[in-house]
């Protein structure tokens, strides 16, 4: 566990369940903290909370309970309108379905980023092909997504997540539709720039494969967190 001077986000005691849903909540008191620079892998059966964790701790949803804190900053306490502004400036995501908007190129989405958070469009463009560049997709700025590989959607997805520089970096399930030769170079690219831009990196998984290749590990199970440790790669 990251010393508290280190901490780059803390969870503490997260609860929630959907709007008019009946049963057992979602998340039952889910606690604890990342480290800067750490990778930590969340896993979890289909089912067990984990996009929704991820949904929370990036803002897009707010809990019943419990608190999220990025930095010093609560998210939990903010509203819409800073909640957005926090995770457009601080936080990248990597989705399953790499979730490119199909009209714009590999570049164009990139710089998307960017553009939103109010850069020009010339230097958007500019830092879009260097992150680009540096994934090795020195071809594909002009492409569409339909006219890339499923690993190659990957790698654009995951400069979208980090041209910006984020201080957090979340994926849920960056692998589950690539090959497990592409899913594992997709994996060390993810960490590898996240590591550069200094990012603490959160990747939710259902393979055991791909947690065990985090820093640390913590299972989700019936909405808490079950089992976690420190473990080496």
């Not at 560049?133 to 997805?157: F, M």
């Not at 995951?158 to 997709?186: F, K, S, W």
Request: glycine content about 12%; overall charge negative.
């Amino acid at each position: 566990m990251a010393k508290a001077s280190d901490t780059l986000l803390q969870v503490e005691n997260l609860g929630f369940r959907y709007p008019g849903a009946a049963g057992r909540p979602v998340l039952r008191g889910v606690d604890f903290r990342l480290g800067c620079g750490e990778v930590l892998a969340l896993l979890g059966r289909s089912g067990s909370g984990k996009s929704t964790l991820l949904n929370l701790i990036g803002g897009i949803d707010v809990p019943e309970r419990g608190l999220v804190g990025l930095q010093g900053v609560e998210l939990t306490r903010l509203g819409d309108r800073d909640r957005t502004l926090v995770r457009r400036r601080r936080i990248g995501f990597v989705y399953q379905f790499f979730n490119l908007l199909p009209t714009l190129t590999a570049s164009e989405n990139v710089a998307l980023v960017l553009e939103l958070n109010g850069r020009s469009h010339a230097e958007s463009r500019e830092r879009a092909l260097a992150m680009l560049a540096a994934l090795g997709l020195e071809a594909c700025g002009e492409r569409y997504p339909d006219q890339l590989s499923g690993g190659e959607q990957q790698r654009v997805a995951i400069a979208r997540a980090m041209v910006h520089g984020p201080d957090l970096v979340l994926a849920d399930e960056p692998t589950g539709n690539l090959d497990a030769a592409t899913g594992y170079r997709v994996l060390e690219l993810l960490s590898a720039m996240a590591a550069e831009h200094g990012a603490g990196l959160v990747v939710a998984t259902h393979s055991r494969e791909v947690a065990e290749w985090a820093h640390r590990l913590l299972v989700l199970e019936d909405g808490v967190i079950a089992a976690g440790g420190d473990q080496s790669r």
